[in-house]
């Protein structure tokens, strides 16, 4: 009680509030989504340097967002997509197939990072000549790793 008592003091206090959003940070959804989008895009790019998908996991959980893992799906496929390095697609696979695997991403939020790469892969392909390919080869892999449904690997669109 004392210890609730003295909270709500301290942020009752304007200065004492700010101070506290310093020292304990501000984490979660509270962070804006373009802070969190370049966080996880600095994720991947780190994981394709190093390879290091407990780190990259560790990372991603740290965020504390659970409801925008679908934003690192999404980023991960189109770094696939605009890569033409095999090793990135075995990598970006691979730290699918491990955060799958772990719970860290959840049926619905891979299921939501795909469903976007579908509806951009029209503008996708503008810039990335050959990415429906890439994509259908992408989505059977992960089918056949288990990563994904058959339904999900079904609405897969095709040129």
């Keep these: 009680r004392a210890a609730l008592d003295r909270a709500t003091v301290l942020l009752s206090v304007t200065k004492g509030g700010k101070r506290i959003d310093n020292v304990w940070g501000t984490g979660g959804g509270q962070q804006p989504v373009k802070h969190l989008a370049k966080e996880i895009d600095m994720l991947l790019k ?17 965020l504390e967002v659970p409801h925008f893992h679908h934003e690192l799906v999404y980023e991960a496929i189109v770094m696939v997509l605009e890569s033409t390095r095999e090793k990135t697609f075995k990598m970006i696979l691979d730290l ?11 049926m619905d939020q891979m299921k939501r990072g795909y469903e976007r790469v579908y509806r951009e892969i029209p503008d996708i392909n503008l810039d990335v000549p050959h990415s429906y390919s890439v994509l259908e080869r992408f989505v059977e892999e992960c089918f056949q790793a288990g990563i994904i449904s058959k339904p999900l690997r079904d609405l897969c669109p095709s040129r």
């Design 46 to 62: 780190e994981y394709l340097l190093s390879g290091d998908v407990l780190e990259a996991e560790r990372c991603l959980q740290e």
């Design 96 to 106: 699918l197939k491990s955060l799958w695997k772990s719970s860290v991403i959840t």
